[in-house]
């Protein structure tokens, strides 16, 4: 489990296409400075698997699910990446819940500068957009947010539901946040208790109890 709170920007140092699968190789000094084989580190919002660690970097594979619901495969040598540990037992919780399990990609819309902070539009696909709500939480790239508005499609100005988020100079200068352009992929993570309260709703209206 982790917090989507990133302790550090990673940088892609080597992608190796092993055919149904990807592993890549990452520089992070802080992530790694106590990491061991079978550690879980998220990367850009996504539970990745340290298959091998030295000297500030650490290797994982990237399987074909992950692919496909992700934009991993979209990482070339040079890109940074969002990177967090796995959350201690004890430790303060201070962002949300996050699982690591990404439910699918969105892209950024557009971008609103103010003087002290940064309102980011991210359109995402229709079938995630139920389970966001003003002041609620949202992962975006392993980042947790807190989203300012949601419209649905049928009101959009585009032909997405897209949702926005208000970024603070931290965010934008630790994350990668900071330099996503418009058109950009991101990796979204919906909270978890949205999912669990929809299922056990659908349950009892349906008169059932598992």
Known sequence: MFTGLIEEKGTIISVEDLGDSLRL?????LVTSDAHHGDSIAVSGVCLTVMAQDAGTFAAEVVKES?????????????????????????????????????????????????????VRIGLPPELARYLVAKGSVTVDGTSLTVVEVVDRQESDTSEPWFSISLIPTTLAETTLGSKAPGDRVNLEVDILAKYVERLLGAQAEGKTA
Do not use: C, F, M, Y
């Open 67 to 119: 692919l496909d619901k992700t934009s991993l495969g979209d990482l070339r040598v040079g890109d940074e990446v969002n990177l967090e540990r796995a959350t201690q037992a004890g430790a303060r919780l201070g962002g949300h819940i996050v699982q690591g399990h990404v439910d699918g990609t969105g892209r950024v819309i557009d971008r609103t500068p103010s003087e002290h902070w940064e309102v």
């Open 25 to 29: 190789t990452i520089r992070g000094p």
